[in-house]
């Protein structure tokens, strides 16, 4: 059973940092592109990083870059987004997705989201 489960979020103010995690199981982690997405409410759900699993390079929305850091650690088939410098902005529901190829990203797997409330 494919599985992939986020944690880390919470409620922080303005200017501070979270580390989110995303655990995969059940498939074969390292032939997969990682992404992590935000859905802030009212809005639709957006690409904020993508991940090259196999090199570690990673690519950012225009909105995050300098802020945002996706990290792996393939011994463990866990990905991480850094978020620092947190904005109300930021604020939202984020989700960890796999899917087969980095240039034409299609998610096949979900994970179930971590909150992050980011407070003025």
């Known amino acids: 059973q494919v599985q992939l489960v986020e944690s880390g979020g919470g409620s922080v103010q303005a200017g501070g940092s979270l580390r989110l995690s995303c655990l995969g199981s059940?498939?074969?982690?390292?032939?997969?592109?990682m992404a992590w997405f935000l859905q802030a409410p009212g809005k639709e759900r957006e690409e904020v990083a993508r991940?090259?699993?196999?090199?570690?390079?990673?690519t950012y929305a225009d909105s995050v870059k300098g802020r945002f850091t996706a990290i792996r650690d393939n011994a463990k088939n866990m990905v991480y987004l850094q978020i620092n410098n947190l904005t109300p902005e930021d604020t939202g529901m984020y989700y960890c997705a796999a899917a087969s190829s980095c240039i034409d990203f299609r998610p096949v797997y979900w994970g179930q989201g971590t909150q992050v409330n980011v407070s003025s």
């Open positions: 991940m090259y699993i196999i090199t570690g390079d990673a």
């Open positions: 059940g498939y074969r982690y390292g032939r997969y592109c």
